[in-house]
Every structure is written in structure tokens, then in C-alpha cells.
């Protein structure tokens, strides 16, 4: 059974920066695509970022230039990198990979 768990994030003001991780177990997981979602208050679910097996990448418009995702294989962990964080910013992410599998959140809060 495939495990996401998401940790790192919090209240920060606009401006800074936060790392998120998410650790899988339950898969093999260098062989699987990673995915951050968010989901802000009376909005769907968006995708953020995405990661190949293979390390390739892709970002929302929104958050390129700013969001960073990359992963380490050899601990079974996606990160998230978010500068410049803004209020529209502020949404729980998800971390997700196929199969429907997500974690359970982790809320991130950006002050004006």
C-alpha cells in the first residue's frame, strides 16, 4: 500500500520561502512520477509541479520562476521549493502520484 506523506509547511509572510517534503513508501519509488497539488479555500484542486521518474519537470504558470520540485530517489522524498510566496499562494498542498494516490495535506498560509 503506497504511503505520501507531506510535511513543511506553516504561516510565512509574503516574500519568504518554505520547503515542502513528501516521503513515499509502499513503491518503488524511482520508478514513479511525483506530483504537488493545491487546493485553496472555494477552489479547485490545481496542479503545481510535476516530476518524471527521470527528472524532468513541469510547472503551473503561476508558480514558475518561484516553485522548485525535485526529488531524492535514495530517501524516497519530492520537495517543493516555493520563493516569493504571495496570499495567493496560501492553499493546502497535496503530494500525488498515479494511481490516485495522495497524502494528506499540508497547509501552507501566506501573510500580506
Known amino acids: 500500500q503506497v504511503q505520501l506523506v507531506e510535511s513543511g509547511g506553516g504561516l510565512v509572510q509574503a516574500g519568504g520561502s518554505l520547503r515542502l517534503s513528501c516521503v513515499a513508501s509502499?513503491?518503488?519509488?524511482?520508478?514513479?512520477?511525483m506530483y504537488w497539488y493545491r487546493q485553496a479555500p472555494g477552489k479547485q484542486r490545481e496542479l503545481v509541479a510535476a516530476?518524471?521518474?527521470?527528472?524532468?519537470?513541469n510547472y503551473a504558470d503561476s508558480v514558475k520562476g518561484r516553485f522548485t520540485i525535485s526529488r531524492d530517489n535514495a530517501k524516497n522524498m519530492v520537495y517543493l521549493q516555493m520563493n516569493s510566496l504571495g496570499p495567493q499562494d496560501t492553499a493546502i498542498y497535496y503530494c500525488y502520484t498515479p494511481g490516485n494516490r495522495w497524502g494528506q495535506g499540508t497547509q501552507v498560509t501566506v501573510s500580506s
Open positions: 509502499g513503491t518503488i519509488f524511482k520508478m514513479i512520477a
Open positions: 516530476i518524471t521518474s527521470g527528472g524532468s519537470t
